[in-house]
């Protein structure tokens, strides 16, 4: 898609927000030619990081076929889980990480059920979107909370993205590019199993909608841990493990056990650029290794993987997000 010579953006006022990130911020929600993409079915008055949230989370379980179940905390993943039993699904994804969940938006892409619903009993949410709820499953939603917003969703258009930088605006395409395991390269150890390749598949999913420097484990389709914002992949890395082995770091011990990690996958979102990290996984028990590739180091990288007997993917597709 090329970016044309010259933008024109006519945009009409939808409604006003209470406030915008913070209570001294105004913030509206404005309209181009298009439609909203949502309708709000229950709850209280959408705010902006509600929306802005709900937005993230909604594309996150778009890149999924299987049935999935997200719950998004500041636009990151705490947990996500593919499972055909949405129950179990919603489970999987709370353990992840069930103090970062309190107060998250929990996001499907299919309906949730009503056992799904009755898993979520105690547990406070501020928002739930999928892309449709039935009369009994709404209902149920109703007298569950008379403040959780329940929001509809529509698959998004691919629509140019725009941040505001200096006096002017950054406008991009939006990351999507077709992607498949057959274009991958294993540059060392053994070509992965079905498993394995499920798994990295879907870290590789989950990785593109963590902010950078981005780390995932993952086994068996569900996010044991993610490391996100970090000035240095290396730490990173360490937050996704530690998360992963609920364990917190004491002063500067960031010491890594194979507890509840060994036979499970790492995603990054960009190269690594050291071996430091691949020391780590190993540490872990990592068993396989995604990434895009494209480091000046990189022979030192697929070395350290050698050397541990983890296998290596590099995809040639790198997803920052800022």
Same mark, same amino acid.
């Given at each position: ?15 006003? /927000? ?40 909604? *594309? ?11 719950? =998004? ?12 039993? @949405? ?65 509809? #969703? ?5 629509? @140019? ?8 605006? @950054? +406008? ?27 798994? /990295? ?13 981005? =780390?995932? /484990? ?21 937050? #996704? @493990? ?22 499970? +996958? ?23 290794? =995604? ?12 070395? #350290?993987? *050698?050397?541990?007997? =983890? ?12």
């Amino acid at each position: 898609m090329q970016l044309s010579k010259d933008l024109k953006i006519n945009l009409k006022k939808l409604k006003d /927000l209470r406030y915008g990130e913070n209570p001294h911020q105004r913030s509206a929600f404005y309209l181009g030619d298009g439609k909203p993409g949502f309708e709000q079915l229950w709850g209280i008055e959408l705010s902006h990081n509600n929306i802005g949230d709900a937005n993230q989370a909604w *594309k996150l379980v778009l890149e999924f076929t299987r049935p999935t179940v997200a719950i =998004i905390k500041h636009a990151n993943p705490s947990g996500i889980t593919s499972d055909e039993d @949405l129950t179990r699904a919603f489970n999987t994804a709370f353990a992840a990480d069930p103090v970062s969940a309190f107060g998250g938006i929990v996001a499907l892409n299919c309906e949730p059920t009503l056992d799904m619903i009755e898993a979520m009993k105690g547990k406070f949410f501020e928002l739930m979107v999928a892309p449709k709820f039935s009369e009994p499953i709404l209902e149920r939603l109703k007298k569950r909370s008379a403040k959780m917003r329940v929001v509809k #969703a529509d698959k998004p258009a691919k629509l @140019l993205e725009f941040t505001r930088a200096f006096g002017g605006y @950054l +406008v991009q395409t939006a990351d999507e590019i077709d992607e498949s395991p057959k274009t991958w390269k294993v540059v060392c150890g053994k070509s992965p199993d079905k498993k394995t390749e499920a798994d /990295l598949e879907f870290a590789w999913k989950v990785v593109k909608h963590v902010k950078s420097n981005a =780390i995932v /484990l993952a086994r068996g389709e569900n996010m044991l841990g993610m490391g996100t914002g970090q000035p240095n992949r290396v730490n990173s890395t360490m937050l #996704a @493990l530690h998360q992963a082995q609920g364990r917190k770091p004491e002063g500067r011990n960031w010491s890594v056990t194979k507890d509840k990690t060994a036979g499970a +996958v790492m995603a990054s979102d960009a190269f690594f650029p050291f071996p430091d990290n691949v020391e780590l996984a190993a540490k872990a028990g990592i068993s396989a290794i =995604i990434q895009p590739g494209g480091s000046i180091n990189d022979e030192a990288v697929i070395a #350290a993987s *050698k050397k541990h007997g =983890i296998t290596m993917v590099f995809t040639g597709v790198r997803h920052f997000k800022h």
